[in-house]
């Protein structure tokens, strides 16, 4: 049973370019969550998806945006690059119905702008 | 004021010692994770508690919710056990984690 699977692990951008990450949650799971985790911090709640919507968002720009496809994968957006979105980006996959009770992390994708 | 403190930052212990790590957070919490990060990033959910103390093993997580505070304790701590360890509540009535900064706990052998 295949967990949270996230794609690229690591990748390199120019400021000012454009980023898709991608997450393909845990079988049997619904709900993806996106967190944003800067170099030793704490993640912070970027946005939830639930059947293809943004169902919760943090405080993030719209340069920050989503998508949720009808297999329950998921696409993070990012434009407009800047050196400060250099983070690690973990998607978490739950139930609805379980909520944050029940996910299950992604290994991560490192991030580096420069 | 974060809404979640973890103390401490930084621990480092000999092989053997008894290790806590404590979490206080302001806001109404329905239940709490306590996450495991290796480096590389990947998280693992060690425990979810809403109430008492769980055991698996050589960790023990205890939460005391009037209190608003949890502790993770390893007990007899090995190398392996090096790593980040994150305190998560669940916020009361939505569906969302909030994290601590995390604590970077090393064990020398």
């Known amino acids: 049973d295949a967990g949270v699977t996230q794609s690229p692990t690591h990748l390199i951008k120019t400021r000012g370019q454009q980023v898709t990450l991608r997450c393909s949650p845990k079988?049997?799971?619904?709900?993806v969550s996106w967190y944003q985790q800067a170099l030793g911090q704490g993640p912070q709640f970027i946005f939830q998806?639930?059947?293809?919507?943004?169902?919760q968002r943090g405080n993030f720009p719209d340069r920050f945006s989503g998508h949720q496809f009808p297999n329950y994968s998921s696409e993070l957006n990012v434009n407009a690059l800047l050196l400060g979105d250099s983070a690690l980006y973990l998607c978490a996959s739950s139930q609805l119905s379980t909520g944050p009770s029940g996910y299950t992390f992604g290994s991560g994708t490192r991030l580096t702008v420069v | 004021k974060n809404e979640v403190e973890q103390s401490p930052q930084n621990l480092t212990a000999q092989e053997g010692e008894f290790i806590t790590i404590n979490c206080s957070y302001s806001v109404g919490i329905s239940a709490l994770h306590w996450l495991q990060q290796h480096p590389g990033g990947g998280i693992v959910s060690l425990f979810m508690?809403?109430?008492g103390k769980k055991k698996h093993g050589r960790l023990i997580a205890t939460i005391n919710i009037q209190e608003k505070h949890s502790s993770l304790h390893i007990t007899a701590s090995h190398p392996r056990d090096s790593a980040v360890y994150i305190c998560a509540p669940i916020i009361q009535g939505a569906q969302k984690l909030v994290f601590g900064q995390g604590t970077r706990l090393t064990i020398n052998p």
């Open positions: 079988s049997g799971h619904d709900t």
């Open positions: 508690l809403s109430s």
């Open positions: 998806y639930y059947e293809e919507e943004e169902r």
